[in-house]
């Protein structure tokens, strides 16, 4: 016991809070009367005083009877992941928690044993709890056993019934059905999406798991609910707080005061036919130094949202709790309201615009020789398209760009040749991959799949933003500001060494023991291009880097090769970007809007957030890219495909269907009639009997059999093929074959 009561009275209702307060263990009302020397009568008026108190919300009783304050937490119960502090730290809070009151700060205590991994998101535990202070309310979480994590939302399609429904979840990670009871279905109806919550079930109930409805989306064969699958199942937010929009409405128009005048400069915009935003402007021009012969001074213009999204106002709260824009074939999730990302942030032609522009001086092979930011007000001159720019270059101008050809577009064209010329001497990785775009109808429906075709145009406007990055990445070191870095960095060990084991499969070598860099990677694909083997190649190379991250420390970018990079040309859609205009703001002192105190200490925790957000958008949009290609090949079940395979597995190949680029599995089981093993070397599966092979980067003829327009799956059976096979590991199929076999002599092998 923590206490030992003293008094000689009866306890008053004071009494009893400080000794529960103080007290270490579970108390009981008999505890108590024990502890207050309480007898006969007596215990009558202690259990009158203490039904007093629980109805005036003083106390509170758990399971077993046992007393605790009203503000304290059960000293044992189920808590859940909630993040990370600007410490580092793991918190965690109540899965339960309806009450208007704070939250309790719940710090996860060390597992210095061991016992159990590091918690996640979406991860649950049953822990004991240990009050460090009462104000705010503090507790320190000892973790007794992890849950099964019980999932926060239910995306699911809703099948009506008469007392109810049920619904049947479309989660890949979650194929459970859950009943609806009649007072939960909220009016949805059959055949429709609809977002749900668990419900919690008393412990003696059996039968289906059970859910209310939250949200109707619509119905689920409708074309436009494909995105919001995609939306919902990743828990990507996409509806703005009311004070969120407010704040973006109230927005108004810069003035000059305090920025350079760049109004009169042919700024222009270059964007996709089908841009929802106009974040960044380029221009350039013959410098006009005679120290600088052949030369080039370029300027690059980007929106200065930095201006309208202040340090933790509302919109910066929801913008870094987004993190950046989601894009999808029918519609954007943007990271800021519509009245900035695509009003007063968007550099819209003939209308002023608060700017942050960098002006970038470069010699005649590419090389910075200087750079200077600015705060400004531009004008936009003109927004065309890549191909109509393409169209410009190669000598057939509309006439909306025949003006702009000479004065605008072949300086910008010059000074992307001479930065090309920097780029070849610095040799970045080089990977040829195929992008394919979806094109839609006005009903959302699947159109056509087509390669998006790659022009100078685009490379033209890739080179100044690369260039500006690197501007912004230096002059912020240079500055001793900390800064959002762009981190990519060299390949793992142990992925360069199952490189190096398939490249010895096709008679190539990569070298150990050498300084990795992207000219090493980009040897090997030379040597595969226009080769049976280069897509294969590709592919395997980029599996073995790194993914890319945001951090405040510099590790480098090995893709592009570059020692500093840092986000800076589009804070429309990246907060990364919105952090390193801040931090330029208050390195050269250009207004008071400029990177806080409070953010340079949460550098770290913002970009492991914002890093998180960023896979996030992109498995949602890849999972929407597979959606929209299973409805698209849902007519065409049945039919015969030319097919590429781009993945080996122990369970099946997946093969990627040409020319429309939709991935689907070919099981194990529809192979051949033959015991495979999985090559991990070679990227291959091998028959046993027949050594029949089939490897990364074959083409095959295959048949698809099942298009699945809800979960985006694909699955696919070879063209004359049997079903039959199982597949052995590699290392299992080895063993298997060093031993005899009955009737032979010992040493001969299978």
């Known amino acids: 016991m923590a206490h030992q009561n003293k008094i000689d009275r009866f306890p008053t209702s004071d009494d009893i809070l400080a000794f529960l307060r103080e007290s270490g263990s579970k108390i009981t009302k008999r505890e108590l009367a024990r502890a207050f020397h309480i007898k006969g009568p007596d215990k009558v008026q202690l259990k009158k005083l203490l039904r007093e108190m629980l109805n005036d919300g003083l106390i509170a009783q758990d399971a077993g009877r046992a007393l605790r304050p009203a503000d304290r937490l059960p000293g044992v119960q189920v808590l859940e992941f909630a993040g990370l502090d600007k410490h580092g730290d793991a918190l ?31 991860d649950r535990a049953l822990a004991r709890l240990i009050p460090i202070k009462d104000s705010p309310p503090t507790y320190r979480a000892q973790i007794l056993k992890l849950l099964k994590a019980s999932p926060r939302s239910i995306l699911g399609v809703f099948h009506g019934g008469e007392n109810g429904g049920r619904i049947h979840s479309i989660d890949k990670k979650n194929r459970d059905d859950y009943w609806v009871d009649r007072d939960d279905v909220r009016g949805a109806v059959e055949g429709e999406l609809v977002t749900a919550e668990p419900v919690l079930r008393r412990r003696r109930d059996s039968g289906p798991k059970r859910a209310r409805v939250r949200e109707r989306l619509g119905d689920v064969s409708d074309a436009r609910s494909i995105s919001m699958i995609a939306i919902h199942a990743h828990d990507i937010p996409y509806e703005f707080p009311e004070e969120v929009l407010q704040a973006a409405d109230g927005a108004k128009p810069v003035t000059l005061e305090g920025r350079v005048d760049l109004r009169d400069i042919p700024l222009i915009t270059i964007d996709p036919v089908d841009a929802r935003d106009h974040d960044d402007a380029i221009w350039a021009e013959p410098d006009s130094d ?108 509309d006439d909306e760009a025949a003006p702009l050809l000479e004065p605008v577009l072949k300086p910008l064209y010059g000074t992307f040749k001479a930065l090309m010329t920097a780029r070849e001497k610095r040799e970045p990785l080089d990977l040829d991959l195929p992008e394919r775009k979806i094109e839609l109808d006005q009903e959302g429906h699947v159109r056509g799949i087509a390669l998006r075709e790659r022009y100078d145009a685009h490379r033209i406007v890739e080179e100044f933003m690369i260039a500006a990055n690197v501007a912004a990445a230096e002059e912020l070191e240079q500055k001793r500001t900390p800064a ?113 105190d409070a953010e340079v200490e949460d550098m770290d925790t913002i970009g492991e957030q914002i890093s998180g957000t960023e896979r996030r958008a992109m498995a949602a949009e890849r999972d929407s890219t ?105 290392k299992y199929a080895n063993r298997r074959a060093r031993r005899p076999s009955p009737g032979k002599s010992k040493g001969k092998r299978r």
């Open 484 to 596: 959002m870095y762009r981190v990519h960095e060299e390949p793992p060990l142990d992925k360069l060494e199952n490189l190096r084991e398939f490249l010895s499969t096709l008679d190539m070598k990569l070298t150990k023991g050498t300084v990795m860099m992207p000219r090493l990677f980009n040897g090997i694909l030379s040597k595969v291009r226009e080769t049976a083997h280069e897509q294969m190649v590709n592919q395997v190379v980029l599996r073995s880097q790194t993914q890319a991250y945001y951090s405040p420390e510099n590790q480098g970018h090995f893709g592009l090769a570059l020692s500093k990079y840092a986000h800076f040309t589009s804070p429309i859609r990246r907060y990364s970007d919105l952090l390193v205009h801040r931090g330029l703001v208050r390195a050269l002192r250009l207004g008071e809007d400029g990177l806080t």
């Open 92 to 122: 965690m809070r109540p899965v339960k928690w309806d009450r208007k009151a704070e939250m309790p700060i719940i710090y996860l205590s060390e597992d210095k044993r061991k016992k159990h991994p590091a918690l996640g998101p979406g």
């Open 290 to 397: 005679p120290k600088n012969p052949g030369g080039w001074h370029a300027i690059v213009a980007i929106a200065d949202v930095a201006h309208y999204v202040r340090p933790d106002s509302p919109l910066d709260r929801e913008a870094v709790k987004r993190g950046n824009s989601c894009y999808f074939p029918d519609r954007v999730v943007p990271m800021l309201p519509e009245a900035l990302s695509a009003g007063l942030c968007s550099l819209k032609p003939g209308e002023d615009r608060a700017c942050m522009a960098v002006h970038l001086w470069f010699d005649a092979t590419g090389n910075k020789i200087r750079h200077k930011f600015v705060r400004g007000l531009m004008k936009s001159h003109a927004n065309i398209t890549y191909a109509r720019v393409q169209s410009a270059l190669d000598g057939q101008p």
């Open 626 to 730: 597979d959606r929209y290609m299973a409805s698209y090949l849902a007519d065409h079940v049945g039919d015969q495909f030319i097919g590429r395979v781009t993945g080996v597995t122990r369970f099946g190949l997946f093969v990627e269907l040409e020319p429309s680029g939709g991935d689907g599995l070919i099981p194990i089981s529809e192979i051949g009639n033959d015991y495979y093993y999985h090559d991990e070397a070679k990227h291959a599966l091998v028959g046993e009997k027949t050594g029949e092979t089939y490897k990364l980067g074959d083409k095959l003829d295959v048949r698809l059999t099942e298009a699945n327009r809800l979960t985006g799956g694909l699955k696919l059976e070879l063209a004359g093929k049997k079903n039959g096979p199982r597949v052995r590991d590699i």
